[in-house]
């Protein structure tokens, strides 16, 4: 059963253009909302995190928006670069939980 | 990715041979874990162990064992591998908390 639920599978977005890749959860226990973005033949890597006490955390031009009632969360990718292609991962996890729940990846490409 | 390291990188083996994944890490976290990433499916836990004495099944442990020699080191074993377990695996580390996982470089391993 997957905890954490995610789309798409995968992603083409011109260079410049805004990549937008959602995560879906159910477990109203979730508090704690990382992204970590994986290169070709690399570990993934954590990205970027928020926690559901703000709606919206930014770094960069990374910005994750979170929606509590709909119990949703998106990575929103800005000014896109061939440099992002990677897969990412939506992942959470709650106080005294022994590991992340990972969503089932998004293969993103920019095209140049 | 240099602080967990993992080896081999690469293994091809036979349906019913023994296998064993080495991770050794120098971040001095106490917590350790074992995931496979498969296309579709993401990274889903093998086992993990958050001291050398404690050791926990995950969400996929049938068909696996794994051995925490100390605190550095935790390895991954195949004791009879089959096709179904051609995957890339990972090995990750966390201090305290669970929240921020470190990643190694993971080992594509091909069963014939």
């Known amino acids: 059963q997957q905890q954490v639920k995610q789309s798409p599978q995968s992603l083409i977005v011109q260079k410049g253009g805004i990549s937008i890749i959602n995560c879906a959860y159910e477990?109203?226990?979730?508090?704690?909302f990382p992204w970590y973005q994986q290169f070709p033949g690399k570990g993934p890597a954590l990205l970027i995190a928020?926690?559901?006490?703000?709606s919206e955390k930014k770094e960069g031009r990374f910005t994750i928006s979170f929606n509590k009632s709909a119990k949703q969360f998106s990575l929103h990718i800005m000014d896109s670069q061939p440099g992002d292609s990677a897969t990412y991962f939506c992942a959470a996890s709650y106080s005294g939980a022994n590991n992340l729940f990972f969503g089932t990846g998004t293969r993103l490409t920019v095209i140049p | 990715d240099a602080d967990v390291t993992q080896t081999p990188r690469n293994r091809i083996t036979k349906t019913g041979k023994r296998i064993m994944l080495e991770c050794s890490q120098t971040k001095g976290h106490d917590r350790m874990y074992w995931y496979r990433q498969d296309p579709g499916l993401g990274l889903r836990l093998i086992y993990y162990s958050f001291d050398v004495k404690d050791i926990n099944k995950g969400e996929i442990s049938d068909g696996y064992s794994v051995s925490r020699q100390a605190q550095a080191k935790f390895s991954l074993s195949l004791e009879s591998a089959i096709p179904n377990q051609t995957a890339l695996y990972f090995c990750?580390?966390?201090?305290?908390?669970?929240?921020?996982?470190?990643f190694g470089p993971g080992t594509r391993l091909l069963v014939l």
């Open positions: 477990n109203t226990a979730f508090d704690y």
């Open positions: 928020i926690r559901p006490d703000v």
């Open positions: 990750a580390t966390s201090g305290a908390g669970i929240e921020t996982q470190y």
